[in-house]
């Protein structure tokens, strides 16, 4: 296996696994993932240690900082906005150390796709499941990538026809936009060029750029309602200008191809995948025992409103954001996350492969005022994981070594929390 980073240990060399070989492969054992994370150094910071203590038990609690966006630039394919999603030096960590070629990797929360776009990317093979269906549209166009040439011609060929859209959106964007919009809408088809530039165009709705099809707006991966932008508009005293949809999404694949080449391309459409809209915990399609890896990060709480922010995003694909609003799991409190990801926890050990791994993100919940990776422990061990402890990973950990729980800084924005599990074999 790839050592990440400047390791001090660097000695996984694990046979190729192939397909049928996988119960036999030697998996990292608990105690050498612990020497793994404890001996790890980047940026010429060894990890601290802390325990945490729950109950009679003891966890150990690693501290450093395990990746940097610094340290290794990832794929351009990524850059696609989507509310609090993570960074693809997460779940490569974790698909470095506990994968080999070959292996499936999977996310039940997976939406932009970070983990599976890594994994795929990777050479991994990839199942995905998030509730909204949005998921999908966002993260399989990127493993059937079409060429710039391609785009070009089929951009070339959609003619754009003068359609209002069946909702006023007179308050986003000018007129004409919203003619090209509703056509691009009606008129693209299921092939892999149409549901990349599906993909694309998706995510150039709104944002508060030129780069974006709507006037200034809040940042892309938070549609303002309609009654709110009029009052952006009014405020601003702003009238949406033309924007020539067809060069944006032009100008944004070439951005998010800047590191696909031909060969990578191949690569990508010869990786199985699997993806689905279910809730996380009914997933009977996995079969048991077949996942080597799940990497993720759920909804916390209820902080962010992942159907209404895609509204715009879900009317553009012609799906019923508040049909998916009424099955995604948001939670008033620990209590009834805790229930859900409960049998989230059943659901990932089933599916599991012995000797497994999963890797299982959460915020610092009110300002770190309620730490959910404390929360997350007895769920894991309940569902019958062992715990490898829990990792805290601080971007900025010069300034904050000497603080355990790194609770002066802001939520989500430097500190990644991962609860890591191992199914026994
Ligand atoms: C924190 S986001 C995941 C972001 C992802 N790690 C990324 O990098 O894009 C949580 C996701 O969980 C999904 N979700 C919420 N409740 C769910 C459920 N019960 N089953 C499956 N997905 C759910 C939301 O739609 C949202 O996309």
Known sequence: MVSPGSRRESTFTFPHSTPGQ?????????????AVLSEFVLVNQETSIDKLVLGKENYTKFVNEFWTAKQRQANSIHEISYRACYKPQLPRFFIDIFTEKGDTVYDPFAGRGTTLIEAALMGRNI?????????VILTKPRLNIPRIDEIEDRLDEIEFGQSEADIDLSMFFDKKTEYEIVSLKNRLLDSDVDNWIRMVSTNRLTGHSAGFFSG?????????????QKLIN????????????KEIILKKSKSLLRNINSKLRRELKTINSTFSSLDSRKTSHIQNDSINLTVTSPP??????????NWLRCWF???DASEVES????????????????????ELYRITIPGGWVAFEVGEVNNGKIKLDEH??????????????VMVNSQDFTKTSNIWGVNNMKIGTNTNRIVLFHKPK
């Open 327 to 346: 099955r995604i799991s948001l939670c008033r409190t620990v209590e009834t996350w805790s229930e859900i990801m409960g049998s989230v926890f059943d």
């Open 127 to 135: 199942v995905s499941n998030d509730v909204n269906p949005l998921s």
């Open 300 to 309: 916390f709480l209820n902080i962010v409103k992942y159907a209404a922010d």
């Open 216 to 228: 200034y707006t809040l940042p892309p991966n938070q549609a303002a309602s309609q009654k709110s």
């Open 234 to 245: 009014a405020r601003l005293e702003i009238v949406p200008p033309y924007k020539n949809t």
């Open 376 to 389: 997350v422990v007895p769920l894991g061990l309940e569902s019958g994981f062992h715990c490898a402890g």
């Open 317 to 319: 694909n012609d799906i």
């Open 22 to 34: 996988l119960d036999r492969m030697p998996a990292v054992s608990i105690e050498r993932a612990k």
